[in-house]
């Protein structure tokens, strides 16, 4: 039985167009720098960079040193002593990011009721951002971080997905064994990659992302209404099964 339900959040608790995000996430950044010297190209081609090479982490290391490491040494040394100017941003302007994302108050329900039911929540969403921009986006979906018994920032994780060691050291964590798992989240690649590691996996809808166009009419799927049936019919399988 299903002990331990790990939930995506861009896209999946939290509805967004990725692009559209993106694209005002570096336009705020840009603008809070500009007056201390970043020019915006190089700002954002070095964020590039940064995250890319947390993607590339293979767990030795947190993804903040990852970053950290690879955007130093692409803009100098000042980025090092300019970190509080980042960290204020994640808690000031980023904040202004928040209407070009979408909201569902499904989320919210879904979340409250499988909390009721018993089930432990984790959020699985890629670590490639500071605690504070993850607790922050948490929010926008009407939901609070201590709804979660774990979340993933670039602090406390060391892997990136598609990485399906992202999902084992997750599972580890959480102290619950990968079969009694359900990732729950919009991207093919990057979600249901869980799979690989013998967690179940839940395809949420509304937000799709299927860069590869591969065919997904394997996994269960459907909006937080079906997710809550699977989850149900599940539960009273394991249950006579017992």
Known sequence: MIECI???????????????????YFKQLAAKLAPHGYDARELIDGIWAGTAAMVRNDGRRTNEEAFWERFSELLGERVLRDKPLFDEYYRVEFQQVAPVCGFTPQAKETVEALKRSGYRLAL??????????????????????GDFALYTTYENTGYCKPNPEYYRDLQKKLGCPAERCLMVGNDVEEDMV????????????????????????????????ELRRYLEMERREGEAYV
Not at 10 to 16: A, K, N
Not at 134 to 144: C, F, H, K, P, V
């Open 194 to 225: 869980a799979e690989s590691v013998g967690m179940q996996v839940f395809l949420l809808d509304g937000c799709v992302i299927n860069r590869e166009g591969r065919d997904i009419s394997r996994f269960a799927q459907g909006g937080f209404e």
């Open 124 to 145: 699985a969403t890629n670590p490639i951002f500071p605690a504070t921009a993850t607790e922050s986006r948490i929010r926008w979906a009407g939901l609070n971080p």
């Open 6 to 24: 790990l939930f995506d959040l861009d896209g999946t608790l939290l509805p967004m167009d990725q692009d559209v995000f993106t694209e005002a």
